[in-house]
């Protein structure tokens, strides 16, 4: 496999990094050949297999495409699993025949070992080293189960995400940004009525699912049928992305449980299945004990229970089967998945499921005929499993190993994982914390104030901005184009330079980028462990909507993981909205036990706002408000058209602009004839008020005060950008997007 194109951080790292997840697939669409083979004997036999192996395959004709266009060099099947200590009998025998079946069709088959997922869910008490020893355990089961593993690769998802982050989670980011919060939604267990109770990281695991599908460049997803949802999300992406060979999805059949009603297997509950590591007796006892109906029971829910259950349940089983018998389910999809596989029970030996099913539903087989049969073919199963970890020395002692940390338990505390950048030295201790706002194609004299005004808040010398350039890409700021943040980034650094040089001398500028690269992983199970704590509608808040970007809920989990990665004493936020205030002062109280809770401060500058129209048919391009990149002309020519209707101080920009740059310290000077008055100084806001208020002052006069100050604003802005080359190039970069953007437009 080629090695993804390096995604890294920071404004130049940044450039390069556009559109990545396109150009990812599309070097290895330009490898695929146009299927001109014929079509063999010996391919419609590895179709054949591979097709065996699922309930479902979406689409055979696909797959078809795909082995004519693979097979002689090879292609990626995947599936994952967490080292979670148990392998049940679906997970050990039934997956090992299945690979099996994949890897002889000419497939290499990648096992994405979630480690890191493990790690996060506190798993051998979040220790990755005894989490590790765990996944090994599970390798020596599937070889004892007969899995060959030669052409199997075991993709360890702590080493590939912590080493390629700067591939990982930029590929997931563009995932987000391309789905609304409706569809992820779709790809949740918990439907229906109890909706309400999704937790925000719910929608976080969906999301990561399909972009290990892309970073492990797999050919076919090919996992349980409860998956397919998220497979199909996968389907979807290629769609927004432009991948043109999308996955093949093959989902295999979901076992019972054992016990009536269960639609599959639980590792929670040690009676619900079979499991690898179980003793003869242990399989006895459970299989004697399992559900067993000869007949088709009626299912009698409420209307209450059918729209609160859960909807996951309808996906497991995507054939009809009423008869929902645990017993069977395991003689149909593990005694007879090898080929010329039989079965005995009783006397009678059986060379199909079929004929086992009519016997026993037509009452030539009885229930303690057929559980017998079971039971014995089950044993013969794991037999060779059983003598492998009593014979194997290394299999013999990672069991052990494995057992001793059950004994152990968990520690009684968990720790809180985040990414901490004051160790890492990046940020000063107890600092106060500003967040840019998320890019545009145009910002904002009023954008930049905003940001000063903030920094001001707190009279602490140690003062953290931080550039959110990852988030800018989740929300599809600048559609998510790399270069175009960085370019927005440059130019509102600078003019915040030129606005304000001394106290921008003691600020320190953190790519959000960058510091996550520091510690990927622990901030990332920050991310999630925040996730985990809110409901879905408590981080949306009023302002987001279903319909919205599910990326507005991830750039709102990571703001509160940013925080916590600064460690800040204060943080000052915009006005526009509470939640992410509420979100970090809630979390804060409730899980950073012995850590500071950050003051927090909701500042706006005052509004220098030019124009105030509620049509858009009235509005013209960037007449409401300066831009810190206008030319010095425009200083006077937007403030000759700026509202100042006289006597109305609610909404008048120029006393607006002349109080931000003028109040306190300075005195601003009205000049006028002595005809008119003669000249006036004026020391506060009030005063200009009062004395406009009352008609003394003409608006005439108020503009062409206030027109020198924004001519000099201005000029200062512009000097400081044309010095800057990175800015330069900055603004000919926003302008040609915002150019392509409009032309876009104009297609629709």
């Known amino acids: ?79 994952g699993f967490e080292p979670s200590g148990r392998m049940h009998i679906a997970q ?61 690769v075991f993709k360890w998802a702590s080493e590939e995400i912590t080493e390629k982050a700067d591939q990982y989670w930029p590929l997931m980011l563009n995932v987000a940004r391309s789905f609304n919060i409706t569809r992820i939604k779709k790809c949740c267990q918990i439907m229906g009525r109890m909706e309400g109770s999704l937790t925000a990281a719910q929608v976080l695991y969906p999301l990561m699912q399909c972009t290990d599908v892309f970073f492990l460049r797999a050919d076919i997803c090919q996992l349980g049928v409860d998956q397919r949802k998220v497979n199909m999300l996968a389907r979807e992406y290629c769609d927004h992305a432009k991948i043109k060979r999308k996955p093949v999805i093959l989902s295999h059949h979901m076992l019972y449980g054992l016990k009536q009603g269960q639609a599959k297997m639980s590792k929670s509950d040690p009676d619900s299945a079979v499991f690898m590591e179980d003793t003869a007796e242990d399989v006895e006892r459970k299989i004697m004990k399992a559900y067993c ?89 794991l037999e060779p499993v059983r003598k492998h970890f009593t014979e194997n020395e290394y299999a013999k002692d990672l069991l052990e190993k494995v057992r001793q940390y059950k004994r152990e338990g968990s520690p009684p505390k968990k720790l809180v994982r985040r990414l901490n950048l004051v160790e890492h030295g990046k940020v000063s201790k107890d600092s106060h914390l500003v967040f840019v706002p998320l890019p545009n194609t145009d910002p904002t004299l009023q954008q930049a104030l905003d940001v000063l005004a903030q920094l001001k808040a707190s009279e602490n010398e140690v003062k953290v901005l931080f550039l959110s350039d990852w988030t800018a890409r989740v929300c599809n700021a600048c559609d998510a184009e790399a270069k175009v943040i960085t370019a927005y980034y440059e130019i509102f650094i600078t003019s915040l330079k030129a606005l304000d040089p001394e106290l921008m001398e003691s600020v320190n500028v953190v790519y959000q980028s960058e510091a996550i690269l520091l510690d990927p992983s622990n901030y990332w199970v920050s991310v999630i462990n925040i996730g985990r704590y809110f409901t879905l509608n408590e981080v949306m808040g009023e302002d987001t909507k279903d319909a919205d970007g599910v990326g507005k809920v991830i750039s709102r989990l990571m703001q509160v993981a940013d925080v916590m990665g600064v460690g800040p004493i204060s943080v000052a936020l915009s006005t526009e909205n509470d939640t992410p205030a509420n979100l970090i002062t809630k979390f804060y109280e409730a899980k950073m036990e012995g850590v500071t809770v950050p003051s ?21 391009d960037n ?21 100042c209707e006289p006597g109305n101080v609610e909404f008048c920009p120029p006393i607006a602009i002349a109080s931000t740059f003028n109040f306190p310290g300075k005195t601003f000077v009205v000049s006028r004839s002595p005809d008119n008055g003669g000249d006036v100084n004026f020391s506060s806001r009030e005063e200009i008020e009062n004395i406009f208020k009352e008609g003394s002052l003409h608006p005439g006069d108020l503009k062409a005060a206030v027109m020198p100050i924004m001519l000099s604003t201005l000029e200062t802005l512009s000097k400081n950008l044309a010095a800057n080359p990175n800015a330069v190039k900055g603004m000919k970069s926003l302008k040609a997007f915002k150019k392509k953007m409009a032309k876009r437009k104009g297609k629709k």
């Not at 299912?299 to 018998?325: C, F, H, I, Y």
């Not at 007449?623 to 509202?643: H, I, R």
Request: net charge negative; proline share 5%.
């Open 600 to 620: 927090i401060q909701q500042i706006e500058a005052p509004s220098v706002l030019l124009q105030q129209r509620e049509s858009i048919a009235h509005k013209t």
């Open 623 to 643: 007449d409401e408000y300066y831009l810190v990149d206008d030319p010095k002309v425009c200083g006077k020519s937007k403030m000759k058209k700026a509202f």
């Open 293 to 381: 109906p000869r007949e088709e029971e009626e299912e009698e829910n409420s209307k209450a229970e059918e729209e609160t259950q859960d909807a996951g349940k309808e996906t497991m089983n995507l054939s009809e089967d009423k008869l929902k018998n645990p017993c069977l389910d395991y003689i149909k999809n593990i005694i007879f998945a090898p080929p010329g596989a039989s079965f005995k029970s009783g006397d009678t030996i059986f060379t199909n499921f079929a004929d086992v099913r009519e016997a026993f539903v037509g009452n030539n087989l009885s229930e303690e005929e057929l559980k017998q049969g079971l039971i014995h073919s089950l044993n013969e199963l």
């Open 1 to 79: 496999n080629q090695s993804l194109p390096s995604i890294g951080s920071g404004p130049n790292a940044l450039i390069s990094a556009s559109s990545e997840p396109q150009a990812i697939m599309s070097k290895t669409n330009k490898k695929d050949p146009e299927p001109e083979k014929p079509w063999t004997d010996t391919l419609q036999e590895d179709y054949e297999r591979i097709l065996s192996v699922g309930e479902e395959c979406i689409f055979p004709q696909e797959l078809k495409s795909l082995l004519l266009a693979k097979r002689d060099t090879g292609f990626n099947l995947y599936d």
């Open 92 to 152: 050990g025998v039934f997956k090992a025949m299945n690979v099996n079946k994949c890897t002889a069709s000419g497939g290499t088959f990648v096992f994405w070992v979630a480690d890191w997922f493990a790690l996060m869910n506190d798993k051998m008490g979040g220790d990755l080293d005894k989490i590790r020893v765990v996944g090994e355990y599970l390798q020596q089961v599937w070889k004892a189960a007969g899995m060959n593993l030669e052409n199997v």
